[in-house]
């Protein structure tokens, strides 16, 4: 693994040879240091072509795993779409603690998966769905990400976190949902998570 800090990078992992490569802004590299000094969990997503996220993972029991996130506009869309990568991948790293912090706070239940999906929309808008627990879980989940500051896109961008709590399995995708039970009949409806489709899912 190499790491290679510089303020002018595209930020993200990339497959070198038989290794990865991570290019980081020099604030990121910073705080990527901190988390490795004080074993934190630390995430940058894909900020484009090219690049893949990065997910540093302690194997503490008991704690929230990251397991992938999902972005579903195509790269075309999000070359267009995502005005300030930077400030999205600041974003999503934002919404892991929120929502790590979270469950943290939350006394020990059965290990599952669970999914965080944002829709963030031009002017900073951004509405939240919270599937695979409790429901005495959703509303602290979405106030702690009610308090984030999205970034400004230049179109709609649907994102999903997956995470896989309390020691739940981790290598069982099939029981895995990877879109909200509220965008299913919308989603079919529109033939994918479209425009089309996000328009029926926050009307």
């Known amino acids: 693994m190499l790491f290679l800090a510089d303020d002018g990078f595209r930020e993200g992992a990339a497959i070198v040879e038989d290794g990865f490569v991570l ?6 590299w910073a705080s990527l240091r901190q988390a490795i000094l004080a074993g934190h969990s630390w995430m940058i997503p894909s900020s484009g072509p090219g690049t893949i996220g990065f997910l540093l993972e302690w194997d ?3 704690k929230a795993r990251f397991r992938s996130g999902m972005a579903y506009q195509t790269e075309d869309e999000r070359r267009e779409r995502l005005t300030d990568p930077a400030g999205w991948c600041e974003f ?7 929502i790590t912090a979270e469950i943290d706070s939350q006394r020990s239940r059965s290990g599952c998966p669970m999914i965080a999906s944002a829709i963030v929309r031009p002017g900073g808008a951004c509405s939240w769905w919270i599937d695979g627990v409790s429901s005495d879980m959703v509303g602290p989940l979405k106030t702690a990400l009610a308090g984030l ?5 230049g179109g709609p ?3 999903t976190l997956l995470y896989h709590l309390w020691d739940g399995p ?3 995708d099939e029981k895995c949902a990877y879109i909200p039970e509220d965008w299913v009949k919308p989603v079919s409806a529109s033939g994918g998570i479209n425009d ?3 328009a029926l899912i926050l009307r």
């Open 23 to 28: 290019r980081l802004n020099r604030d990121h």
């Open 60 to 62: 503490w029991p008991g």
């Open 92 to 98: 999503v790293r934002e919404a892991d603690r929120a």
């Open 149 to 153: 500051t999205a970034p400004e896109v």
């Open 157 to 159: 961008i649907a994102y």
């Open 170 to 172: 981790m290598d069982d």
């Open 196 to 198: 089309a489709a996000i």
